[in-house]
T-cell receptor, first 115, second 110 residues
C-alpha cells in the first residue's frame, strides 16, 4: 500500500533517447514534486505542481517536461538524454498549496543511468 | 539564497554510543526545518518538523532541537537499525521549496 510510487525503479538507456518516469500518490495530497539527487546526495527541486498547475520550475533544461494529468499523478518526460542526466529522480507529495510548510512524502526513486 | 550545511559528513558509532548531528542554516525567515532519514535505495522518510527556536521534538532514540542558526539531531543509545543518511532541509519565508543539506551518513556498529 505504497503512498508515493514511481515507475520504473531502474532505467538504463542510451544517450539521445527519450524516456518517461511516472509517479502516483494515494495520500490525497494536492501538491507534487520532482527532485534530482546527484552523486553527492544533494536533493534539488526541479518542478512542483499544485492541483495540476505548475508552481515551481527551477533552472532545468527544457528537455525535461513534467505533466500532471490529475492531482494524484505527476510524470516526467526527458528528451535527448545526456550523460549528465544520470542521477536518482525522486517524486514527492504534500498536502499544502503555496509556500507549504507541511512535510513532503517521497517515493523510492528512479535510478537513471545513461550509457 | 538559502543554504544548509550538515556535519559531519559521516559518523561511525558503537551501539549505545550517543552523539549529535548538526545542521547549520542561513535563510531569510525560517518557516520550518525538516529532518529526514534516508536508507540505501529508498526515498527520504520524514522524521520531524521544527518551526521556531527553542522547539524540541522526540521520537524513540531521536531528539531534534532548533536554534536561530542551527539544528541538532541527538541520537541516544543508537542501535544498528539507526544506520542511515540523515537529511536536513529548510523552508524559508520567501522560498516556495525545500533546500536540502547533503546529509550525514550514520553507521552504528553492533
Amino acid at each position: 500500500d505504497t503512498a508515493v510510487s514511481q515507475t520504473p525503479k531502474y532505467l538504463v538507456t542510451q544517450m539521445g533517447n527519450d524516456k518517461s518516469i511516472k509517479c502516483e500518490q494515494n495520500l490525497g495530497h494536492d501538491t507534487m514534486y520532482w527532485y534530482k539527487q546527484d552523486s553527492k546526495k544533494f536533493l534539488k527541486i526541479m518542478f512542483s505542481y499544485n492541483n495540476k498547475e505548475l508552481i515551481i520550475n527551477e533552472t532545468v533544461p527544457n528537455r525535461f517536461s513534467p505533466k500532471s494529468p490529475d492531482k494524484a499523478h505527476l510524470n516526467l518526460h526527458i528528451n535527448s538524454l545526456e550523460l549528465g542526466d544520470s542521477a536518482v529522480y525522486f517524486c514527492a507529495s504534500s498536502q499544502e498549496t503555496y509556500g507549504g510548510d507541511l512535510p513532503q512524502h517521497f517515493g523510492d526513486g528512479t535510478r537513471l543511468s545513461i550509457l | 539564497e538559502d543554504q544548509v550545511t550538515q556535519s559531519p559528513e559521516a559518523l561511525r558509532l558503537q551501539e549505545g554510543e550517543s552523539s549529535s548531528l548538526n545542521c547549520s542554516y542561513t535563510v531569510s525567515g525560517l518557516r520550518g526545518l525538516f529532518w529526514y532519514r534516508q536508507d540505501p535505495g529508498k526515498g527520504p522518510e520524514f522524521l520531524f518538523t521544527l518551526y521556531s527556536a527553542g522547539e524540541e521534538k522526540e521520537k524513540e532514540r531521536l531528539k531534534a532541537t532548533l536554534t536561530k542558526k542551527e539544528s541538532f539531531l541527538h541520537i541516544t543509545a543508537p542501535k544498528p537499525e539507526d544506520s542511515a543518511t540523515y537529511l536536513c532541509a529548510v523552508l524559508s519565508g520567501s522560498a516556495r521549496q525545500l533546500t536540502f543539506g547533503s546529509g550525514t551518513q550514520l553507521t552504528v556498529l553492533p
